[in-house]
C-alpha cells in the first residue's frame, strides 16, 4: 500500500478515535479542511468504506455505525489501540509522519533523532524471514575488536533504543545470538532456505527481558525498587516493564516502590544506575551489591573530589 494511502487510513483511524464518535458529514468536513492529504477534494461514500476494509486489514481496527441517528461511526475495538503489536506500533509510526507531514512549514523547529545505517539492512533481512532463507553477514563486535563471518537463520527482529536488532540461529552450531544491525559490516543471501524452528517464538525468547540481553542465565525474578516520588512518576508514564510485570505495590509523598518481573541483565542494570540516586534496588541483594560495586567502581575515578 503506498505511503500516502496508509497516511489517509491512519488519519481516518485519528480522527475518529479523538472524537470518539462521528458522522460521515462531520468526518468529510475534517478531511476537506486537511488540504495536504484531501487536495480539497471531498471524501466519496464508497471511498470511505473501502478505507474501513483496508484499516481492518492493515491495523485490525473495526470502524461501525450507530444503528439510529444521528449514524455516527466509532471504532469498535478501540482498546486495541493500546496494545504492544506490530499493528499498533504501525499506527503510531504513521501517525507521527502525517504530523511531520503538515508541519513542513516548521520544519526546523522539530528536531529527530537519527536511526543508525543498520537500517540499510533491515529490508533484506526481513525479506529473507518471509522466504526462511539463511544469510551471511560478517559482525563487528565492539568487545573484541574485531570482525566475524556467520552463517545464520534470521528468526526475528526487534526495536530497541533506536536500534534495529536480530536474532539469528548460527549454523551449524546452531546457536542463538542478537546481531545489532549497525554492526553489519557485510550481508548476502543464501540460496538455501530452512524450516522455521518450532522450538523458537520471538515473543518467548524476549519475555521478561528488559531490552535485547535475552541471557538465560540469568532467571526470570523479583526486582524491588525504591524511587523517589518525583523520578516515579517518569517511570509509571514510561514503564520498565509492561502489563502485570511491574506492579506499583506502596505509594507516599516521599518515595514509591515498584515490583517488576525481570530478567536482571546488564543492560537492565545500566537502566538502573541512569536514575541515579532517585532510586534504589531493595531486592534482590545480589542486584543491590552488584549495583552498589559499580557505584564503587565509578566514585574510584573521581574519589580525588572532596563530597
Known amino acids: 500500500m503506498a505511503l500516502n494511502q496508509t497516511n489517509k487510513l491512519v488519519w481516518i483511524i485519528e480522527t475518529i478515535y479523538k472524537v470518539r464518535k462521528i458522522t460521515f458529514e462531520d468526518l468529510n468536513r475534517k478531511w476537506m479542511d486537511n488540504i495536504d492529504l484531501s487536495g480539497g477534494e471531498e471524501m466519496l461514500k464508497r471511498t470511505f468504506h473501502k478505507w474501513k476494509r483496508n484499516i481492518l486489514d492493515t491495523f485490525g481496527l473495526v470502524i461501525e455505525c450507530e444503528k439510529t441517528a444521528p449514524y455516527r461511526y466509532y471504532i469498535e475495538n478501540a482498546v486495541d489501540m493500546k496494545h504492544n503489536s506490530i499493528e499498533n506500533w504501525l499506527l503510531s509510526t504513521y501517525s507521527v509522519c502525517n504530523s511531520l507531514i503538515e508541519s513542513k512549514s516548521i520544519k526546523d523547529r522539530i528536531i529527530l533523532a537519527d536511526v543508525p545505517s543498520g537500517r540499510e539492512y533491515l529490508d533484506p533481512i526481513i525479506g529473507a524471514m518471509k522466504k526462511n532463507q539463511y544469510i551471511h553477514i560478517t559482525y563487528y563486535n565492539y568487545w573484541k575488536g574485531e570482525t566475524k563471518n556467520h552463517y545464520l537463520m534470521p528468526l526475528c527482529v ?11 540461529r548460527t549454523w551449524p552450531v546452531m546457536n542463538d545470538i542478537v546481531f545489532s544491525l549497525d554492526r553489519l559490516r557485510d550481508f548476502r543471501l543464501s540460496s538455501h532456505t530452512f524450516e522455521f524452528p518450532d522450538d523458537f517464538n520471538a515473543q518467548e525468547y524476549f519475555d521478561s527481558c528488559f531490552g535485547i540481553i535475552a541471557d538465560k542465565n540469568c532467571n526470570v525474578q523479583d526486582v524491588v525498587l525504591k524511587v523517589s516520588a518525583r523520578q516515579a512518576n517518569y517511570i509509571r508514564d514510561l514503564p520498565m516493564m509492561r502489563d502485570e510485570k511491574q506492579q506499583e505495590i506502596e505509594r507516599t509523598t516521599d518515595y514509591c516502590i515498584f515490583r517488576l518481573r525481570v530478567r536482571p541483565t546488564f543492560d537492565f542494570q545500566q537502566e538502573l544506575l541512569w536514575n541515579r540516586d532517585e532510586l534504589e534496588v531493595l531486592e534482590p541483594q545480589w542486584l543491590r551489591k552488584e549495583v552498589a560495586d559499580t557505584i ?7 574519589k580525588e573530589y572532596e563530597i
Open 158 to 168: 526487534k526495536l530497541f533504543r533506536q536500534r534495529w536488532y536480530m536474532v539469528g
Open 296 to 302: 564503587k567502581r565509578m566514585w574510584n575515578k573521581y
